[in-house]
């Protein structure tokens, strides 16, 4: 059980350092800080410059923290939020399958972020060779509320799109003055 729970932190964080890295510098094939800026603002997440911040960051830095096995519950924490961010903004109105764009591969990350932090990071792990191995269901739940709120914190900062401004009336034409009747 040691070396799958090694295996499982370290291809799931892995992953997330991708995504990460993705967002905020274009690596591993990603479209960079400013694309992704963009299509945070086409889904309402304003401003979207620092909600791509945020996103790359957390997802990176989440990833990195659960690979390591350090922080573990904050590492899920982070990597719960933006999922839980992705699913709402994006996956869930397609229903629960990934082949329509849907949330499932979200749902998945998100349990298996919950899971690490119930089990906890095992003995190949910084928290267990530093003795701060924090695991249980509590730990799960907290990282799970702490994620929530993470993903709440960014719906709630994101101001709605401004309503467009009505298209002026244009001024009524002018009635026409009376013609005086001509004399005869």
Same mark, same amino acid.
Do not use: C
């Given at each position: ?11 799931v964080g892995g992953l997330f350092v991708g995504h990460g890295t ?29 909600? /791509?911040?945020? @996103? +790359?960051?957390?997802? #990176? !830095? &989440? ?9 573990? $519950? ?49 003995p190949l792990s910084l928290d267990a060779a ?12 907290? /990282?799970?509320? @702490? +994620?929530?709120?993470? #993903? !709440? &914190? ?9 309503? $467009? ?20």
């Amino acid at each position: 059980m040691k070396i799958w729970r090694l295996l499982l932190r370290m291809v799931v964080g892995g992953l997330f350092v991708g995504h990460g890295t993705q967002k905020l510098f274009g690596w591993f094939g990603g479209h960079g800080l400013e694309a992704t800026s963009q299509g945070f603002e086409q889904m309402g997440l304003r401003p979207g410059k620092t909600n /791509a911040i945020a @996103a +790359g960051a957390g997802e #990176a !830095a &989440g990833g990195a923290l659960l690979a390591a096995g350090f922080l573990t $519950p904050l590492a899920a924490a982070s990597i719960i939020g933006t999922m839980l961010v992705a699913m709402h903004r994006v996956h869930l109105k397609n229903g629960p399958w990934v082949t329509n764009g849907g949330y499932e591969y979200n749902l998945v990350l998100i349990l298996a972020a919950l899971a690490v932090a119930e089990a906890g990071p095992g003995p190949l792990s910084l928290d267990a060779a530093i003795g701060r191995e924090r695991k249980g269901t509590i730990w799960a739940l907290a /990282a799970l509320l @702490a +994620g929530g709120l993470g #993903a !709440a &914190g960014s719906y709630f900062s994101s101001p709605p799109e401004p309503e $467009p401004y009505p298209a002026p009336e244009p001024d009524p034409a002018p009635e026409p003055e009376p013609q005086a009747e001509p004399e005869a």
